[in-house]
């Protein structure tokens, strides 16, 4: 096979909608995961499945490196799903730092080398903020941080950085991705559904979040476009703090947004997780403004209004 598109993580909220796009416009996709029956259950149509799992170094998924058009790399354990133990922090880690790593070694040795390997970060790499005012906006240039899930995207990033010079390679820092189907947005809906939403943690926090459609929309735009290069920003136009996001949603859903949810509740819950629930990040989408990307949702309460409108 060539001329194909890989995706790991293809059962994600991004994977997902990134596979159902290019499959429908005729695209050979092959997607990697765990379990194949899952994969083809949620992603119909792909021209193949592939037994994947992070810490796997050789395989029949090693033959679908050679030849292929892109390498989607988005797969990784939920970071902020559950309480955080140890057990849990090392899971999180590896599944993305030992799986990138694999497949930097798979598409080394490749005969056809795939044309870019585009691999997923997050903006933790920038560290983790208790307030907007913490920081000026953070782009591509900004220096990485020092807690734990800075720790995880810099490692990311270097498996990644890994690859011959001969492979594109674009670091995918993403924010938090907007969508009905999973995530941030998800987690909220339902307490604003029942009037009971409000802002996480003190509100002050800094949310740099992304359309689900802008999300896919770039990660697309990487795959052809030869001058994404490199670290690119994944995140709107405009961060905003946590209190109005949770007032822009309660706007567009016709809810009240008035009661909080403490930090010391989510540390019941989450543990250390707690911790990164209630910071954030001030970023800027730089690289993306200097190539003159057009978000399809610039503004956070339209993108919010399309979301739930659309179920999306």
Not at 7 to 17: D, K, L
Not at 85 to 96: A, D, F, L, P, Q
Not at 113 to 134: Q, T
Not at 284 to 290: G, I, K, T, V
Request: proline share 4%.
């Amino acid at each position: 096979m060539e001329g194909h598109v890989v995706i790991t993580g293809a059962t994600g909220v991004i994977g997902s909608e990134l596979a159902h796009q290019l499959i429908a416009e005729g695209e050979k996709v092959v997607v990697f995961s765990r379990s194949s029956e899952t994969a083809s259950s949620k992603v119909p149509g792909a021209a193949a499945y592939a037994a994947w799992n992070y810490n796997t170094t050789q395989g029949a998924w090693t033959e679908y490196i050679s030849g292929a058009k892109a390498i989607v790399h988005l797969a990784g354990k939920p970071l902020l799903e559950g309480r955080w133990t140890e057990e849990h922090k090392v899971e999180c880690y590896n599944s993305r730092v030992v799986g990138t790593k694999n497949l930097v070694t798979a598409i080394k040795a490749a005969e056809i080398k795939p044309g870019v390997f585009l691999s997923a970060s997050a903006v933790g790499y920038y560290g983790a903020f208790e307030s907007c005012n913490d920081t000026d906006d953070l782009d591509e240039s900004a220096a990485a941080g020092d807690d734990f899930l800075a720790k995880i995207c810099i490692d990311w990033e270097k498996a990644a950085s890994n690859i011959s010079d001969t492979v594109r390679l674009v670091l995918l820092r993403t924010g938090i991705v907007l969508s009905t189907r999973g995530g941030m947005l998800q987690q909220m809906l339902l307490p604003f559904n029942l009037f009971l939403g409000g802002p996480v943690g003190s509100g002050d926090q800094c949310i740099a979040w992304i359309h689900v459609d802008d999300e896919v929309a770039i990660i697309r735009k990487a795959m052809e476009d030869a001058s994404y290069n490199g670290p690119v920003n994944l995140v709107g136009p405009r961060s905003v703090s946590m209190r109005t996001f949770a007032e822009t949603l309660g706007t567009v859903l016709s809810r009240p947004s008035l009661l909080q949810v403490p930090k010391f509740a989510l540390q019941i819950l989450m543990g250390e997780g707690a911790e990164y629930a209630t910071k954030g990040q001030k970023v800027s989408p730089s690289f993306l403004h200097d190539h003159g990307y057009r978000f399809a949702h610039p503004s956070l309460q339209e993108a919010l209004a399309d979301l739930i409108e659309h179920n999306k």
